[in-house]
């Protein structure tokens, strides 16, 4: 005897019928991408906030330090530089440093090439910590794309690459 196999169904595709047997007159096609898209992304952030956590860090900690360390050594940037690669403002920003100063995860020097500016530098322990952390998160961000084999997932990549690059080109820019 043969055996069927079921199509894929996730619960999008439920909204989408009640939706189109509610209201036939409206195109809910965007549903199909975008819900998927919302929905997936509450998995993500779930998954990001369980990564920080186990290396006790809130999310912001790790964007934080994440922008220190992909500055390579000696892993340092202004305070403006962070706010822009945060998008937060100044004086959250300021809050943040002494937060992650207290912890001993940044430290604060000034900067030699500007007498009024100070530079903000991961410590050996914030390294440690995001670098931790980040290996973390991508074990986690590899589960959520396993059902993709790796050619699937560069093509999803590049299709959000689209959607985002317009949004992306009405940023402020980074510096």
Do not use: C
């Amino acid at each position: 005897m043969a055996r069927t196999t079921r199509p894929l169904s996730d619960e999008v595709d439920d909204i989408v019928a009640r939706w189109r047997a509610e209201r036939p007159d409206l195109d809910v096609t965007p549903l199909q991408v975008l819900s998927r898209v919302s929905r997936l992304a509450r998995h993500l952030d779930r998954a990001r906030r369980a990564a920080f956590a186990a290396h006790s860090l809130e999310a912001w900690e790790f964007d934080v330090l994440s922008a220190l360390r992909r500055e390579g050594p000696p892993y340092q940037l202004s305070p403006g530089a962070l706010v822009r690669a945060t998008l937060v403002t100044s004086g959250t920003m300021t809050n943040r440093i002494d937060r992650l100063a207290a912890r001993g995860l940044v430290r604060r020097h000034p900067d030699p090439l500007d007498k009024r500016g100070v530079l903000v530098e991961l410590t050996a322990a914030g390294r440690r910590s995001v670098d931790a952390a980040m290996a973390d998160l991508l074990d986690r961000e590899r589960g959520l794309l396993a059902a993709l084999p790796d050619s699937q997932q560069r093509d999803l990549a590049g299709l959000l690459r689209v959607l985002l690059a317009p949004f992306d080109a009405t940023a402020p820019p980074r510096s």
